[in-house]
């Protein structure tokens, strides 16, 4: 990379738990700091952590790079950093290029404007000129769908209209480097379909892009690469298959027995537990291995496991009872193991698995562990959705036949 | 300094459509419009007429057009000063929304709330012309000082108000502070009355630096003499000074308003 479009050194970012300032005494004598000294060299005072802690990267001219991690792990801090809402503690930041951010894009709306008014107000927000606002104005109005109401104050729209217009301005901008935040979750389903198009568009047409998901099939599809952020720290950056994995693998813990419970599910393990697979192919054949350990004795069991996708839409369940297993019975100190195998008949996609303890009969559940474990299918583009029907093409054919001629009914 | 200067020039639609929204949304859903922009000078100028009358009455003298005149004249820009600083200073954590959100050099919304509030000034300023024509009360050459005295005020204002913006938006304190003042303030400037009411103490009174402005429009307008050129040097050196350290107060904190609000 001779010339990144963007580029991180060394960036540390502090913040301060709980209120800004309790008192005057604390207030001036730091004002005055503020006023004197430059930015930059400063330590941890009481109550203050580091939100980025020494975070380096190159993002490329063209290139598309994802930052995935945890909630709170600083992703969206690193994004207010390179918009400039935000400046570093310490460490030097540089954007080449016109840059424009997909974050909040209806923050600049105003519920008493015209639908009209707030295209006008909200793009020159996010950095256009009056005439560029001009000139694809009927291109916005019609990306958003809202023709009809474009007259109207935005305060009538529902949440779902207004979202549609601040991201129908927003994607029309144009910048050089975009900053993309968790957006894609806009409106309804054909609308969000409207949305990765016109992503795959900006991103074709040679714009810089950084994305910021928890949608780890979005990133992998756009990202070529990423970077993965734990607590503030950069842990992993690469191609965004293997920063996936190694996202996937952080993330799955075990869990030790909590004294004040009887009966607790202990580990919950994909195929071998040695190799930490996350990813596999469609059709491939994944044991899930579920630990339970009981301090007093417990009857009637039965372990159950169930898959959700990403939007914890459920994909499958199963359990001990279902496949056969009678009641299960425990002894104090005794531990129970059941392996369950499955054949992946799933469509690409981030599944999450979750485990329960039912009582046999009721189904009360002794203890639950949801998203225990987490694997990634990937490389089946012939299929989008969550199933695998395994679908292939028998018949594709043109028949032509003289048209029939329909008597239509006159009223 | 230069730096942000040269950004707000770049972001001036930006500054435009701030300003125009602002002036929009005052006047959205309400049925008199643009002239609620009379509405604080005409209850001024009205006042100021009654103490105008009662010191006329104490004084034994009758109430002429000339001190109505001259009361007017004081109004506008008294007006424009009072509600463009009670403006300014709320106008960052008004749009605290956008300050954290979105980036773009934040001066411009102090600016647009003055800018705003300019627009309701020249509105007022065009209805007092047409009444000062009606008084009678004359034209001179004097009149080129007018626009010098406007902008000496928009430079005081806009120094005030960017440096209040900022202070309120780290403590909510200031707003209250400001709103006291500003109540009070009208007691302390020469609006209603004159300086010269106050014999040797008059100085005293030009030391705050709207009075030798509120003086100097009576002076051009009414009376067609120069304004008092010392005390309006005094006023601009005020007005330039604290522009200038507004400023840089200003882009000294702006890294952490995002953080503050």
């Given at each position: 990379?001779?010339?990144p479009?963007l580029?991180?050194d ?6 301060r738990?709980g209120e800004?300032y309790d008192?005057?005494?604390?207030f001036?004598?730091?004002?005055l700091r503020?006023?004197?000294r430059?930015p ?7 109550r203050?952590f580091?939100?980025l ?6 993002v490329g001219?063209?290139e598309a790079?994802g ?12 994004l207010?950093l390179?918009s400039?809402i935000?400046?570093p503690t ?5 954007v080449?290029?016109?840059?424009s951010?997909?974050i909040?894009?209806?923050?600049g ?5 015209t639908g009209?008014e ?9 950095g ?19 023709e ?8 009538r ?9 601040g991201?129908a301005?927003?994607?029309h ?13 806009v ?7 409207k ?10 047409s ?6 910021v ?5 979005a990133?992998?599809?756009l990202c070529?690469?990423?970077?993965l952020?734990?607590r ?9 298959s293997?920063?996936?994995?190694g996202y996937l ?6 869990r030790?027995?909590?004294s ?7 580990d919950?393990s994909l195929?071998?537990?040695?190799t930490s697979q ?11 291995t579920?630990e ?5 004795p417990?009857?009637d069991l039965?372990v ?6 990403d939007s914890?839409?459920a994909?499958?369940d ?8 009678g009641?299960?019975?425990?002894g104090?100190?005794e531990?129970?193991?059941c392996?369950?195998?499955l054949r992946?008949?799933l ?9 329960y303890l039912?009582r ?7 203890d639950?562990?949801l998203?225990?474990a987490t ?5 089946t583009?012939?299929?989008r ?6 679908p ?8 032509s ?10 009223r | 300094?230069r730096a ?9 639609d ?10 929009k949304v ?11 922009a ?7 100028v009205?006042a100021?007429v009654?103490?105008?009358y009662?010191f006329?009455?104490l ?10 005149a001259s ?11 009072v509600?463009?600083i009670?403006?300014a200073?709320s106008?960052?954590?008004a749009?605290?929304n956008?300050?954290?959100?979105i980036y773009?050099?934040r001066?411009?919304?102090?600016i647009a ?12 300023a065009?209805v ?5 024509a009606v008084?009678?009360?004359?034209m ?7 626009p010098?005295?406007?902008l ?13 913006s900022?202070a309120?938006?780290f403590?909510?304190?200031?707003k209250?502070?400001?709103?006291v003042?500003?109540t ?7 609006v209603?009355?004159d300086v010269q009411m ?15 402005l ?5 002076a051009v ?17 005020f007005a ?6 507004a400023s840089?107060?200003f ?6 308003f995002?953080?503050?609000?």
């Amino acid at each position: 990379m001779t010339d990144p479009a963007l580029s991180l050194d060394g960036v540390y970012k502090k913040f301060r738990k709980g209120e800004l300032y309790d008192s005057l005494r604390e207030f001036i004598p730091g004002f005055l700091r503020r006023m004197v000294r430059r930015p930059g060299r400063e330590t941890l005072a009481p109550r203050e952590f580091w939100a980025l802690q020494d975070v380096n990267f190159d993002v490329g001219r063209g290139e598309a790079f994802g930052i995935i991690g945890a909630n709170g792990a600083g992703k969206s801090t690193i994004l207010k950093l390179l918009s400039g809402i935000m400046r570093p503690t310490r460490g030097a930041l540089r954007v080449r290029g016109r840059m424009s951010a997909l974050i909040e894009v209806s923050a600049g709306f105003h519920p008493d404007l015209t639908g009209r008014e707030n295209i006008f107000l909200n793009g020159i927000i996010l950095g256009m000129s009056r005439a560029d606002v001009k000139r694809r104005f009927d291109a916005i109005v019609a990306f958003s769908g809202l023709e009809e109401f474009i007259d109207t104050p935005v305060k009538r729209y529902s949440s779902g209209m207004f979202a549609r217009l601040g991201f129908a301005v927003a994607a029309h901008v144009e910048p050089e480097v975009l900053i993309v935040d968790e957006v894609l979750s806009v409106g309804d389903y054909l609308f969000q379909q409207k949305c990765l198009e016109r992503m795959n568009q900006i991103l074709s047409s040679g714009v810089t892009v950084v994305f910021v998901s928890h949608n780890l099939r979005a990133v992998s599809a756009l990202c070529g690469r990423s970077l993965l952020l734990e607590r503030g720290r950069v842990v992993q950056i690469g191609p965004s298959s293997e920063v996936i994995k190694g996202y996937l693998t952080r993330g799955r813990q075990t869990r030790s027995m909590e004294s004040d419970r009887g009966i607790q599910i202990t580990d919950v393990s994909l195929s071998s537990s040695d190799t930490s697979q996350v990813t596999f192919e469609t059709d491939a054949v994944l044991e899930i291995t579920v630990e339970v350990n009981a301090r007093t004795p417990h009857q009637d069991l039965s372990v159950v496991i169930g898959i959700v996708d990403d939007s914890q839409y459920a994909v499958f369940d199963t359990c001990t009872r279902r496949l056969g297993a009678g009641p299960l019975s425990l002894g104090a100190g005794e531990s129970l193991r059941c392996t369950f195998r499955l054949r992946l008949r799933l469509a690409e996609g981030t599944y999450h698995v979750n485990a329960y303890l039912h009582r046999y009969v009721t189904d009360r559940a002794f203890d639950r562990w949801l998203s225990a474990a987490t694997f990634f299918v990937g490389g089946t583009p012939t299929v989008r959705g969550v199933a695998h029907l395994e679908p292939t093409l028998t018949r594709c054919e043109k028949h032509s036949s003289a048209p029939e001629v329909v008597a239509l009914p006159v009223r | 300094m230069r730096a942000s200067i040269g950004e707000l020039l770049a972001r001036r639609d930006l500054l435009y459509t701030i300003t125009w929204r602002e002036i929009k949304v005052k006047y959205k859903q309400s049925v008199m419009g643009m002239l609620w922009a009379l509405l604080m000078p005409i209850v001024i100028v009205l006042a100021g007429v009654v103490i105008r009358y009662g010191f006329s009455l104490l004084g034994g003298t009758r109430l002429n057009a000339a001190d109505v005149a001259s009361v007017s004249v004081r109004a506008v820009p008294w007006a424009f000063c009072v509600s463009s600083i009670r403006f300014a200073t709320s106008s960052l954590v008004a749009n605290a929304n956008l300050v954290t959100k979105i980036y773009m050099p934040r001066e411009i919304f102090p600016i647009a709330a003055i800018l705003s509030q300019f627009v309701d000034f020249l509105v007022a300023a065009v209805v007092l012309a047409v009444l000062l024509a009606v008084m009678n009360v004359g034209m001179s050459v004097q009149l080129v000082w007018v626009p010098v005295l406007v902008l000496i005020l928009v430079l005081l204002t806009t120094g005030l108000g960017i440096l209040l913006s900022a202070a309120s938006l780290f403590f909510r304190d200031v707003k209250y502070l400001v709103e006291v003042v500003l109540t009070f303030a009208i007691f302390f400037t020469p609006v209603f009355y004159d300086v010269q009411m106050f014999g040797s103490w008059a100085p005293v009174l030009m030391l705050n630096p709207v009075a030798p402005l509120m003086e100097g429009f009576t002076a051009v307008v009414v009376a067609h003499t120069p304004p008092p050129l010392l005390w309006l040097s005094y006023s601009a050196a005020f007005a330039l000074g604290t522009f200038l350290v507004a400023s840089f107060v200003f882009e000294r904190l702006e890294p952490y308003f995002a953080e503050s609000v």
